[in-house]
T-cell receptor, first 114, second 110 residues
Framework: EAGVAQSPRYKIIEKRQSVAFWCNPI?????LYWYQQILGQGPKLLIQ????????DSQLPKDRFSAERLKGVDSTLKIQPAKLEDSAVYLC????????????FGPGTRLTVL | SQQGEEDPQALSIQEGENATMNCSYK?????LQWYRQNSGRGLVHLIL?????REKHSGRLRVTLDTSKKSSSLLITASRAADTASYFC??????????FGKGTKLTVNP
């Protein structure tokens, strides 16, 4: 079974630029999550989708971050404009709707904002 | 905000020794999960323990949960160099949201 795919793996941008991350969850997983992991900390949930609807975006900085999950499969997370404090690893995870609480994580995208 | 707090922040042991990591949390939970993160394999789910369970085993892993003290421990027995990683506890309450702690960085020296 293929895992959660993310791209790009690394991205370096200047502050005030825009950036987008892509995630392809495990086939059949209805729930998709985006996390931000700052160096030395645990992942922090940014947004949760169930199919193509948003379940929880309470910790998403909506003035600069946006995310969508068209057709309930792939998802993109965008930052516009980026700030220095957005430097982090952005993790995508997915979970099957029924039958388990385990989340499966992708390899992440390491963002550096200069 | 982060719910779980792992202790210690860093742990260094020799191969073959046991490693114990602790996690404390603040609010009531439905379950508590432990994840491992290393550069090679990313963040991987290890074990889940439900709020009505006190102990669970999986291979060389043993997890305990004390809901009265709002704490959990992860024991890795007979550690190997490949166990070198950061270990995170994550709590799940009434919503599906997982809240992670800051992690314990484990180094197993050959």
């Amino acid at each position: 079974e293929a895992g959660v795919a993310q791209s790009p793996r690394y991205k370096i941008i200047e502050k005030r630029q825009s950036v987008a991350f892509w995630c392809n969850p495990i086939s059949g997983h209805a729930t998709l999550y985006w996390y931000q992991q700052i160096l030395g900390q645990g992942p922090k949930l940014l947004i949760q989708f169930q199919n193509n609807g948003v379940v929880d975006d309470s910790q998403l900085p909506k003035d600069r971050f946006s995310a969508e999950r068209l057709k309930g499969v792939d998802s993109t997370l965008k930052i516009q404009p980026a700030k220095l404090e957005d430097s982090a690893v952005y993790l995508c995870a997915s979970r099957i709707l029924q039958g388990g609480s385990e989340q499966f994580f992708g390899p992440g995208t390491r963002l550096t904002v200069l | 905000s982060q719910q779980g707090e792992e202790d210690p922040q860093a742990l260094s042991i020799q191969e073959g020794e046991n490693a114990t990591m602790n996690c404390s949390y603040k609010t009531s939970i439905n379950n508590l999960q432990w994840y491992r993160q290393n550069s090679g394999r990313g963040l991987v789910h290890l074990i889940l323990i439900r709020s009505n369970e006190r102990e669970k085993h999986s291979g060389r892993l043993r997890v305990t949960l004390d809901t009265s003290k709002k704490s959990s421990s992860l024991l890795i027995t007979a550690s190997r160099a490949a166990d070198t990683a950061s270990y995170f506890c994550a709590t799940q309450g009434g919503s599906e949201k997982l809240v992670f702690g800051k992690g314990t960085k484990l180094t197993v020296n050959p």
